[in-house]
């Protein structure tokens, strides 16, 4: 059988110019695969510029679907795209709008999809949906409590085994706190830490959770397209779950700036970020890459420890790139 993560396959990936997306394409292209790419807009494209990427202007949610035929010649698809989620206050009804649009788009995605061609859907749900695990460490068998994205990610994911008895091979994979120089880490965490802002946080014991960076995400979810067995869900964190203020203080140490962290009641940090974001830290969440690794996959940064200096890094950066 041909898998996709040998040389010269092809894959279809959807969220291609998306935060965890771009890194799926660099670790794609690096591979030696060639990739058509989603992406809704024009304006998007320069950014996947690559001669082993094939730019496929696309709405998963429109009825004009050109990108349809494209997909069904895939040999394996990474589906990444999800509506909209950071940048604003997520409040419940945006959250509830954000679910019924992630099924829609899911289901135009599964229906298009050649069974007969296509070896492996990488189905990219998220680690919020077993949300509060409690003390313990927990494997993918754990009964799920969702909780911040999870129980709007719920419907989404409680609907694959459905697509499986249907004959599509989707693999789950459940990433954690997708660390890196972007998407929420940037935006709750670098930034503020540059501009002198506090880094806000919830008040009372510290809640631990299973953080993974980014390019480590990227490479695992690539793995899976070849070693993800078919109906199977596999967390994709690192080997050491930390303390949610944990990213920050080393984010603090390695931009060499103090940092200010400031912990807030339920309350008020829901009055600033919306409930689901404030619901994101306010649980435990310890998960065991054991199964992930069980497929072989070895990663480059087993701890944030490791991976939270180079992801400083490779932001500051950008911002120097950014503002030449
Ligand atoms: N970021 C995290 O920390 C994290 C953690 C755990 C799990 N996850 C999961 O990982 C996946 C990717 O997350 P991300 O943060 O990388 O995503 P993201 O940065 O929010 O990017 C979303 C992507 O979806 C595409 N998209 C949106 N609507 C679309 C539509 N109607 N048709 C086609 N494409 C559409 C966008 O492409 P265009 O705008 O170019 O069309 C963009 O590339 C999601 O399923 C998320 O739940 C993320």
């Not at 993560?5 to 935060?19: P, V």
């Not at 974001?277 to 069980?294: F, G, M, P, Q, W």
């Amino acid at each position: 059988m041909t898998l996709a993560s040998e040389k010269g396959q092809r894959l279809f990936l959807t969220g291609a110019t998306g935060f965890i997306g771009a890194y799926v394409l660099r670790a794609a292209i690096a591979a030696g695969h060639d990739v058509d790419a989603l992406t809704r807009s024009k304006s998007n494209a320069g950014v996947l510029a690559s001669e082993r990427v094939k730019v496929i202007t696309g709405d998963l949610s429109a009825k004009d679907a050109r990108w349809r035929e494209t997909m069904r010649k895939a040999d394996a698809v990474i589906h990444l795209a999800q509506p909209q989620t950071f940048g604003r206050r997520v409040t419940k009804e945006r959250a509830r709008q954000y679910c019924l649009r992630r099924l829609e788009m899911d289901r135009a995605l599964f229906e298009a999809i050649d069974p007969a061609k296509t070896r492996r859907i990488v189905y990219v749900a998220g680690t919020s949906y077993y949300g509060d695990c409690g003390p313990e460490i927990c494997n993918e068998t754990a009964v799920p409590h969702p909780r911040g994205w999870g129980p709007y990610l719920a419907p989404a994911i409680e609907s694959l085994p459905e697509y499986v008895a249907r004959g599509l091979p989707i693999v789950a994979a459940f990433p954690g706190w997708v660390y890196g120089p972007g998407s929420w880490f940037a935006q709750y965490v670098l930034e503020p830490l540059r501009e002198g802002r506090p880094v806000y946080g919830l008040r009372g014991p510290a809640r631990y959770t299973s953080p993974i960076h980014v390019e480590d995400c990227a490479r695992a979810i690539l793995h899976l397209t070849d070693s993800g067995e078919i109906g199977s869900r596999y967390f994709i964190v690192d080997d050491a779950p930390v303390p949610g203020e944990r990213l920050a203080e080393i984010a603090a140490k390695a931009l060499g700036v103090t940092g200010r962290g400031r912990k807030l009641p339920f309350v008020l940090l829901q009055l600033l970020s919306g409930h689901v974001i404030a619901d994101s830290v306010a649980y435990e969440n310890r998960l065991s890459n054991h199964r992930l690794k069980a497929t072989g996959f070895s990663f480059a940064f087993p701890s944030c420890e490791q991976g939270v200096p180079n992801a400083v890094q490779q932001w500051l950066i950008n911002q120097l790139d950014r503002d030449r």
